[in-house]
C-alpha cells in the first residue's frame, strides 16, 4: 500500500470519526480512532503527514479521560490489567483514582479515544468467553460452584495477559520514539494539571489457578482488537 493510499485511508476514517461524534455515536468513533491509530503505527507516520486534517495539531494536546471502572467482582484486578496493556500500547498512561476503584487515562485525545473503544471491546469479548468457557469446564470436569469464582478470576487475569503479550508483540522498534514523546508530553501535563494525584497498583495474584490462567492467555493472544474496523 502506497502512502497516498493510506493518507485517503485516515483521512477516511477521520471523516468517519468526527460524523460519528457530530450524532452522538461515540463507540463508532472510538472504533474508527483505533484503527486510525493503528494504521499510522503500521506505517510509522506522524499525524503531521496527513495534510489538510486538523489532527495534525493534536501530537502535543495532551488531556485526560475519567471514570473508567476497573473493578472486578473477583478481585483479581485483570480490569485494571487489561485498561494498563491497552494505555501501553496506544501511548497513554493509566492511573487509580486513590481510595476508588475508578482509573484515569492520559493522553491525546484520538489515543485515549482508542483506549476506550479497545477497553470496552476487549472487556466485554472477555466477559463473554469467560462464561463459555466456564460453562465447558464444568460440563466435562465437574467444577464445585464455590470454586466458580477463583476460576473466573484466573482466566480472566490469563486473558488481560494474554493481549498484553500480544499487543506488545506488534510494537515494532520504530514507534519507540513516539512512546518516548507521548510519555514526555503526558509527564509533563500531569505535573502541570491540579489535583492529578493517583497510583498504579496491581493485585496479588495468590490463590488463581495455573492452568485455567494458562487458557486464558492462551484466548487473550487470539482477540484482535482492530476487527471491529478494516
Same mark, same amino acid.
Given at each position: 500500500?502506497?502512502?497516498? !493510499? ?10 468517519? @470519526? ?8 461515540? =463507540? ?9 491509530? @493503528? ?8 499525524? #503531521?503527514?496527513?495534510?489538510? !486534517? ?21 478481585? #483479581? ?34 489515543? @485515549? ?13 472477555? !466477559?463473554?468467553?469467560?462464561?463459555? @468457557? ?5 460440563? !466435562? ?35 519507540? =520514539? ?16 491540579? =489535583? ?7 493485585? #496479588? ?14 484466548? =487473550? ?10
Amino acid at each position: 500500500m502506497d502512502k497516498q !493510499t493510506i493518507i485517503n485511508k485516515i483521512q477516511k476514517l477521520i471523516r468517519l @470519526r468526527d460524523g460519528a461524534r457530530a450524532v452522538g455515536s461515540e =463507540g463508532e468513533a472510538n472504533a474508527a480512532a483505533a484503527a486510525i491509530q @493503528r494504521l499510522i503505527t503500521e506505517y510509522n507516520m506522524s499525524l #503531521s503527514e496527513i495534510e489538510g !486534517t486538523p489532527e495534525a495539531e493534536e501530537e502535543s494536546c495532551i488531556g485526560r479521560s475519567n471514570n473508567y471502572h476497573t473493578a472486578d467482582n473477583y478481585r #483479581s484486578g485483570w480490569k485494571r490489567h487489561l485498561l494498563y496493556a491497552i494505555c501501553e500500547y496506544y501511548y497513554c498512561k493509566a492511573y487509580m483514582l486513590s481510595g476508588t476503584p475508578r482509573c484515569v487515562v492520559y493522553g491525546t485525545e484520538m489515543n @485515549r479515544m482508542a483506549v476506550e473503544y479497545a477497553f470496552n471491546f476487549l472487556e466485554a469479548a472477555f !466477559t463473554h468467553l469467560s462464561v463459555i @468457557r466456564f460453562k465447558e469446564a464444568h460440563v !466435562t470436569c465437574r467444577i464445585p460452584t464455590r470454586h466458580r469464582d477463583i476460576w473466573l478470576a484466573s482466566y480472566l487475569l490469563g486473558c488481560s495477559s494474554g493481549i498484553h503479550e500480544k499487543l506488545m508483540s506488534e510494537k515494532t522498534e520504530q514507534v519507540t =520514539g513516539l512512546m518516548i514523546s507521548h510519555g514526555a508530553m503526558i509527564d509533563k501535563y500531569m505535573a502541570q494539571e491540579q =489535583g492529578s494525584t493517583g497510583s498504579w497498583s496491581s493485585s #496479588s495474584n495468590r490463590g488463581l489457578n495455573d492452568r485455567v490462567f494458562g487458557m486464558g492467555y492462551r484466548d =487473550g493472544q487470539k482477540q484482535n482488537i482492530a476487527k471491529a474496523i478494516k
